[in-house]
């Protein structure tokens, strides 16, 4: 893992303010390497102000003179294998190659032990920028074209890892992490007040979280940023693309084994390929949920001689998922470390929490993600396996269900309606509650707009927000594109690919902050994700189950208990009872908190608090939490 960092000056400025630009930027991804550092300083020419013999150590350089770039990293590695460069081209690399040996195929070398960064530059320089598709792994980067004068910053097809770009008057630079450019350029610290309220009214995590700043962008997966240095000019481009079936394909019993056998297959391999970079002790999350069960247990199968040890998070409430998680444990035999979150941690932590992701933390689950880390940490491993993406290939939310019903009664297909609408409960839901579901989801298409249905459903979280700042968040679009959904691979693919990479970032931005190189095999592997996304909707949602091919796959590798469970928890938290735990120090921080944006009323919500923030008004209290979470953040943002 590594911290990566580029700044192009468009303005003349010393050596020594690039030098001190740098290592500012570098001081705030610390966590990611550590303080082994690695630089190149460049002039307007793009010819190197002083280039070193070697890379190991950072460059020395004289501080009188003109410089126009600097591209630095922190590094784990006591070497530089993560740069390269290579025919006046220069590359830093963070991430992992899973088809090294594919991609020597294309580089016509006798040479076999190039690095990921020597293998990634020559195909860059041999074939151009859009080749970037044929990497498959997980990585981020920073490419200079020295001929073209031209710098692409680029993320992995679903965005394992991160990389944010900002384009001022001053400065174009790129970094692993929104902070780092908030904290070194004072002209991109404009907050996006429609994501604030976007984020406070609706919570939704999928949507807006890149969004609070108004000039610091996050490249999206599949795609790169192009700064052109004579021009100026900025784009940015698509060089990937997922393809998926949208063909009304009814259910077959025959190709269901096939395709069953083709995802054990697959899921083996993605596995193994994982496990294949690593060296040393492996920590898994295990929440005894379907997907890092699997992750535990194919692992275990593959190499059982390797040390695993299992994380879970419990509470001083109910205990969590542990009961669930030591089925886990006892069927593969792995040491088992239990961690433990409480209410007085929220406090206690959600600034740490809030600095740590670069926006306001959404709910209380995200901390039962970052003790986690903590503990991880302490126990000495520096590499954690996650679980996340199964959902969101595989069909794993119950938002899903009424879709999947919709586009079977679109089709025709009664029977199988009648059969799976028999057997919802299969999916952790009753028929009122899916009833519920369909319902809201038709009025939001055709009676409802977004407001009516803000007034209607959160009318007490719209009331608790300031007229003005609702007016102006209601007269703008979505900030992210929405396809129109029609069967369940079309909402599988907008979850996989618009919004899956900002719930990755929270486990990633979790781990990174301890020094931890956070693995998610379900969201890293192209050939598994393309290879799902090209069987049919049909077989995706059976027997009223979701997952349904993922659970038959997995037949004799998880216990049947973990295979068949029907709730879906996530990083469970007792959330209901901590916020009223926490009920105090929330109000009192909303009370003496300023808001320098104007988006919370805070005048209704401490008049009502008492009458509102009740167990019986969940949402409301989940409202609340969001608007303490923000204002921690807005006033730490000063520091």
Known sequence: MNGLIAIYNKKDLTKSNLKQLLNKGLDTLAHR?????????????????AQPNDMKALCTLPTEGDACLAIGSNSQQNDASHISSYNEHLLFFDGRL????????????????LSDAEIVIRIIDIFGIYCLGWLKGYWSLVYLDVKNKTLYGARDHFGNRPLAFCNTGNHFALASESRTLYSLFEDVRNINQNTIIGQLLWGNIGVSDQYFFKDIHSIEPSHFVKYEMDSGRVSVEKYYTLMFDQNKTCYNEASEKEYTDKLHSFITDTVQKNLSLIDGTLAFGVSGGLDSSILLCMAK????????????????????????????????????????????????????????????????????????????????????????????????????????LQSLRRNGEWMRWWKEWMQV?????????????????????????????????????????????????????????????????????????????????????????QGIECIMPFANDTDLTAFVFSIPSSYKIHNGWNKYLLRKAMTNIIPDEIRLRKQKMGFYVPEQRWLNDIAKPVFDTIQKMEDPEECINKKFILENFSRLYISKNPLYQQFIFRCYSYLLWRNGLKN
């Not at 630089?39 to 793009?46: F, P």
């Not at 899973?98 to 032990?113: A, H, Q, R, V």
């Not at 803000?454 to 209601?474: G, N, Q, V």
């Not at 129109?484 to 996989?496: G, I, M, Q």
Request: proline share 4%; charged share 25%.
């Open 33 to 49: 390497g550590g303080q082994t550092r690695y630089a190149y300083l460049l002039d307007q020419q793009l010819h190197y102000v």
């Open 301 to 404: 199968k593959i190499n059982p001689s390797r040390t695993y040890i299992a994380y879970t998070t419990t509470n001083n409430y109910d205990g969590g998922e542990s009961l669930w998680a030591e089925k886990v444990v006892r069927h593969t035999e792995v040491d088992w470390v239990k961690v433990v979150c409480t209410a007085e941690h929220i406090i206690e932590k959600i600034e740490t929490l809030n600095r740590v992701h670069s926006t306001p933390v959404y709910n209380p689950s995200s901390l039962a993600q970052f003790r986690m880390m903590e503990e991880i940490k302490k126990q000495g491993q520096v590499v954690f396996i996650d679980g996340q993406g199964g959902d969101e290939m595989f069909g794993g939310h119950p938002a899903y269900f009424p879709l999947f």
């Open 98 to 113: 899973f088809n090294k040996t594919e991609l020597y195929g294309f580089i016509s070398t006798n040479e076999t032990d």
């Open 425 to 513: 409960g299969n999916s952790g839901l009753t028929r009122k509650e899916m009833v519920m579901r369909r319902l809201k989801l038709w009025l939001k298409e055709n009676y409802f707009n977004s407001r009516q249905l803000a007034k209607k459903y959160r009318k007490h979280e719209y009331e608790s927000l300031i007229p003005m700042m609702l007016d102006a968040f209601f007269s703008q679009k979505p900030p992210v594109y929405q396809i129109r959904k029609e069967l369940l691979n079309d909402a599988l693919f907008e979850s996989h690919t618009i919004f899956l990479s900002n719930i990755l970032r929270w486990g990633e931005h979790s781990a990174a902050s």
